[in-house]
């Protein structure tokens, strides 16, 4: 699918790339861009939390496939 949007600024486009996760991004009638070092952060923070936020779903699924794995009869396991 492809959409086209016009988004007030950086920290708006990080947030819906965060949000919706398209496969690529293309900027239109743009040559230049000078962003804020307040967006800068603000958007890396955001990058920061979210990476930090799918860390921990992945070390949570990890231990329950562990404890689940775990309970599996070891004959069961082989086949």
Known sequence: MEIEAKLPGFVVLNNF????MPSSVELLDIE????????????????????????GLIM??????????AKIPKEKKEN
């Open 17 to 20: 790339c965060f949000d919706y």
């Open 32 to 55: 230049k861009i000078t962003v804020p070092v307040n967006e800068i952060r603000e958007s890396t923070n955001d990058l920061l939390a979210k990476l930090h936020e799918y860390h």
């Open 60 to 69: 949570s699924l990890s231990s329950k496939l562990k404890i689940a794995e």
